[in-house]
Nanobody, 123 residues
Framework: QVQLVESGGGLVQAGDSLRLSCAAS????????MGWFRQAPGKEREFVGA????????YYTDSVKGRFFITRDNAKNTVYLQMNSLKPEDTAIYYC????????????????WGQGTQVTVSS
């Protein structure tokens, strides 16, 4: 069983960059595709992006394309979310999640979730 722990959140200004990390315990990390989701106050959780098991393919929601980048290091059991040119509307709790499904954009496809890390972007 894989357990996930996010880190790297914080308070930044608009235009700044931030890198979130999601560390996985367990020996099966490389079998999972990894996704990032976020939930802003009063809003539903939304898909941010995902990376397949090998790191060879990534997927993003339109609002973050060209600004956010997901990578993974299977040797370190870690997936990263590099967030550039942050905007106030990026403020949310960010969650990483693991799935063996190819339906990366649907949160119902994910079996394992981290506890979340808060990202706040001030204007």
């Amino acid at each position: 069983q894989v357990q996930l722990v996010e880190s790297g959140g914080g308070l930044v200004q608009a235009g700044d960059s931030l890198r979130l990390s999601c560390a996985a315990s367990g020996r099966s990390f490389s079998y999972y595709a990894m996704g990032w989701f976020r939930q802003a106050p009063g809003k539903e959780r939304e898909f941010v992006g995902a990376i397949n098991w090998s790191g060879g393919s990534t997927y993003y929601t339109d609002s973050v394309k060209g600004r956010f980048f997901i990578t993974r290091d299977n040797a370190k059991n870690t997936v990263y979310l590099q967030m550039n040119s942050l905007k106030p509307e990026d403020t949310a709790i960010y969650y990483c999640a693991a799935t063996k499904s190819v339906l990366f954009r649907s949160d119902s496809s994910y079996d394992l979730w981290g506890q979340g890390t808060q990202v706040t972007v001030s204007s």
